[in-house]
């Protein structure tokens, strides 16, 4: 089947002769989500007034930031890059999915952000959803990994890769340049990843997306982890069996990159939750912490858990995933602004992880609790819409790592911060195969 081929010529000069890591699906249970519960050590604190926006002119929400090959983020020339989804403020929040635009922005000092410009000139999708961009320091090029998305009301979603850009600097700022080639890394095919026609009756809203880039450390190989479904007999909303939320992984045939092939999930929520977002890995004391976001209204019947961030962790890519806190409950937003923050993005820091994320419906409070869904605060008046909205960076939070347990240890009130990057690790790069 799918997976079969993944076994031929994996040796080929990866330098270490070692295989691509395969394995089974771990499972994030009804049990596990059961024990959820919002302790003080796992959600964040309120965030206060913030009045300091990231952009006049666009919404901002999922954030990501230029890494080297190695994982870690990427400082040129003193300057460090992200990249954030954004849509015109003259748009409804509800309605910037359909619109949403991948601009860049630039920092010296990774919390005071410029806004670049548009990242790509002829991208694939009728607009783009989140991604991951790695740059490979000798080749001075920018791999852009992206959700290729096609308009509403169907929402097909396919991974993609824009590669041939690079950054010129400058002492006042960075610039985005070069001809970019755009590809389709891979689409949803039914056997390992559920396909848009397949969960037509079932659930709530379909995934495949969210490509984020990494380096499997000891195989060497180029891979990427994203958001998927796993095929279910589940067959309508009220079914827990359509809540079919995986950890999607797929590696690159080629050097080039260009070139993917589907593995197993890693991680399923099947019963549990429909969406497992943004998926990446933070590897730490030679474990791998694998984070998801999800929301209240994507768990199964039965069940309840906070708009969140959500971890995991496991000894190896394909190891027995360990929910953390018993629960997987990481960061969740505070009952008094149960959708003030979204989108979390886990970066390790020393010991410890940074996460950023972005500011949702801050205004909205318990007594909104359940009413928000598919078209959010739709039901309001559109300056109302706008008024709850953040739709800029939040500030970001510490996370202390400790085995299986976790612990919110601090919010940075100087806000959008991002870890400060470094210089190429040379062993992360030039591996050729
Ligand atoms: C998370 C998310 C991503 C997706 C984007 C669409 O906030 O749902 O999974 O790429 O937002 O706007």
């Known amino acids: 089947g799918a997976i079969g081929a993944a076994g031929l010529g994996l040796s080929i000069g990866t330098g270490t002769g070692a295989a691509v890591e395969m394995g089974e699906a771990s499972a994030w249970t009804r049990e596990h989500a059961n024990s959820i519960e919002l302790t003080d050590d796992l959600t964040a604190p309120v965030i206060d007034e913030n009045p300091d926006v990231i952009s006049d002119d666009y919404w901002i929400w999922d954030t990501w930031p230029l890494r080297y090959r190695d994982g870690s983020i990427a400082k040129i020339h003193g300057w460090q890059v992200v990249f954030s989804l954004t849509a015109s403020k003259d748009l409804v929040p509800g309605a910037r999915h359909n619109e949403a635009t991948i601009r860049y922005f630039y920092s010296r000092n990774g919390h ?3 806004e670049g410009g548009t990242a790509f000139e002829n ?4 607009h783009q959803w989140a991604g991951s961009a790695m740059y490979d320091h000798e080749q001075d090029q920018i791999y852009h990994f992206y959700t290729a998305t096609s308009p509403e009301p ?10 041939g850009a690079s950054l010129e600097t400058g002492p006042h700022g960075v610039d985005l340049v070069g001809d970019q080639e755009h590809v389709i890394m891979a689409e949803a095919d039914g056997e390992l990843y559920q396909t848009l026609e397949q969960s037509r009756d079932q ?3 379909y995934a495949f997306r969210d490509p984020w880039y990494f380096r499997h450390p000891e195989t060497g190989e180029d891979m990427v982890v994203f958001e998927g479904n796993t095929p279910t007999d589940g067959e309508d909303p009220s079914d827990p069996r359509s809540y079919n939320g995986n950890v999607g992984i797929a590696w690159a045939t080629n050097d080039e990159l260009t070139e993917w092939e589907l593995l197993p999930p890693n991680l399923e929520a099947i019963e549990v939750n429909q969406q497992l977002e943004r998926p990446h890995y933070v590897l730490q004391d030679g474990k791998w912490y694998l984070f998801v976001l999800s929301h209240e209204f994507t768990f199964a019947p039965g069940l309840w858990g906070p708009d969140a961030l959500y971890g995991f962790v496991a000894d190896s890519l394909y190891g027995d995933y360990e929910p953390l806190n018993e629960s997987g409950l990481v960061i969740a937003n505070p009952e008094a602004a149960p959708f003030q923050g979204y989108s979390w993005l886990a970066m390790p820091q020393g010991n410890d992880v940074l996460v950023e994320s972005f500011e949702n419906f801050r205004g909205l409070d318990d007594t909104s609790r359940g009413e928000i869904g598919l078209d959010e605060v739709g039901f309001l008046p559109a300056e109302e819409q706008k008024e709850l909205f953040g739709g800029t960076l939040a500030p970001s939070l510490k996370v202390q790592l400790d085995g299986t347990e976790t612990r919110v240890v601090a919010e940075l009130n100087d806000g959008h911060f991002i870890p400060s990057g470094g210089s190429p690790n040379e062993n992360g790069n030039g591996r050729g195969r």
Request: proline share 5%; charged share 25%; hydrophobic share 40%.
């Open 154 to 163: 169907e929402f097909r979603q396919r991974l993609a890769l824009g590669k």
């Open 112 to 114: 005071d952000w410029t």
């Open 203 to 205: 659930g709530i809203v």
């Open 123 to 126: 991208p694939l999708g009728h």
